[in-house]
């Protein structure tokens, strides 16, 4: 028997618009065009979500290689490098981009912010997906990564006039800033992208652990190991003050976290399904345990579905027609 007096569970949490948005892309492909559809990397960094698609006949592919010529591809909501796209066009495949307009948007920049002369300096997490996919708008570019203040003194990229970092959309609000200001104490003339790369689901998901973090001894942020704004999550929590865990569901608890332990408060990151919260709170919620929603922040955001699904729902009316 545990300690838990209350659970509060923050909002907002979990699925954000980009992942709402990728995860339906999916299951409505599979609607349409029957199994298998295939996904070129984990549609959203979720096992729980990718293995109910699996269930449904999608199949997870890392190389475009692995699905056939004419098969129907999904491209997960990280992004993808330039090269992929040519790659999908070559095999004839036919594409359905779920790419996050957010994601999208740093690739524009990418775009044209090396048109307009300017070097790019990009702070994310060497070899994460979604970096791959903003590097690889341009690779000729060779834009370099910075991930620490540590990374910005290592930096050898001269120092060009026109100078602008762009960033990952689900780093740590607080170590970015840090690594801002590093490159502009190095870099006096570095200027920001137009509008803040972190997206709004990465700011208000940290926004709402860093309230909930003072006011509980425990936080659990439901969300799967490779999710890069569910560990941020977790990080957060213990930067403010808590314990914290990233759990990826219900059978990850340990009973030994809860003894002692008055307030429990849990969020989940951007991927992580509401029905693994609701697990989690079903499990610690005994007889005499409080559970209210520690609301932060409304949100609101809503993505309409990718547009080769709105072409082909399109052309479905005009046969029908
Ligand atoms: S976390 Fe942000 S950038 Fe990533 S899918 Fe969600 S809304 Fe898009």
Same mark, same amino acid.
């Given at each position: ?8 569970? =923050? ?30 990397? !984990? ?8 293995? =109910?698609?699996?269930?449904? +006949?999608?199949?997870?592919?890392? %190389? ?62 060497? +070899?994460?997906?979604?970096?791959? +996919? ?26 060009? !006039? ?12 607080? &170590? ?5 200001? =590093? ?13 803040? %790369? ?14 909930? =973090? ?34 990826? &569901? ?42 209210? &929603? ?28």
């Amino acid at each position: 028997m545990h300690t838990v007096k209350k659970i509060l569970l =923050a909002s907002p949490r979990g699925f954000c618009a980009g992942v709402a948005r990728a995860v339906k892309a999916v299951e409505d492909t599979l609607e349409i065009f029957g199994a298998p559809v295939y996904v070129k990397h !984990e549609i959203v960094h979720n096992t729980h979500v990718v293995a =109910a698609l699996h269930q449904k +006949g999608a199949i997870t592919i890392e %190389d475009l290689k692995e699905a056939p010529e004419g098969a129907v591809v999904v491209f997960s909501a990280h992004g993808s490098p330039r090269a992929h796209y040519v790659e999908a066009r070559a095999r004839q495949v036919r594409l359905i981009d779920a790419t996050c307009p957010l994601v999208t948007k740093v690739h524009l920049e990418v775009q044209r912010f090396l048109k307009d002369g300017y070097t790019i300096v990009y702070i994310g997490h060497k +070899g994460h997906v979604e970096g791959i +996919g903003v590097l690889g708008e341009v690779p000729e570019a060779k834009i370099p990564v910075v991930e620490t203040v540590a990374g910005v003194a290592a930096l050898a990229i001269g120092n060009p !006039e026109k100078l602008v970092y762009l960033t990952q959309t689900t780093l740590s609000i607080d &170590d970015t800033r840090a690594v801002i200001d =590093a490159l502009k104490e190095r870099y006096p003339q570095i200027v920001a992208p137009p509008l803040e %790369d972190i997206c709004y689901a990465t700011t208000n998901r940290q926004t709402a652990v860093k309230e909930l =973090a003072k006011v509980t001894e425990l936080v659990l942020i439901v969300g799967s190991a490779s999710s890069s704004n569910s560990t941020r999550l977790m990080e957060t929590a213990r930067a403010y003050g808590a314990t914290a865990y990233l759990v990826n &569901d219900v059978t990850a608890l340990d009973p030994q976290w809860f003894v002692g332990v008055a307030t429990v408060g849990i969020s989940a990151g951007a991927s992580a399904p509401e029905h693994l919260v609701q697990d989690i709170v079903e499990h610690i919620a005994i007889e005499g345990v409080v559970v209210e &929603d520690f609301i932060v922040k409304p949100e609101t955001m809503k993505f309409s579905e990718p547009l080769e699904l709105m072409k082909i729902r399109a052309e479905l009316n005009k046969n029908q027609a």
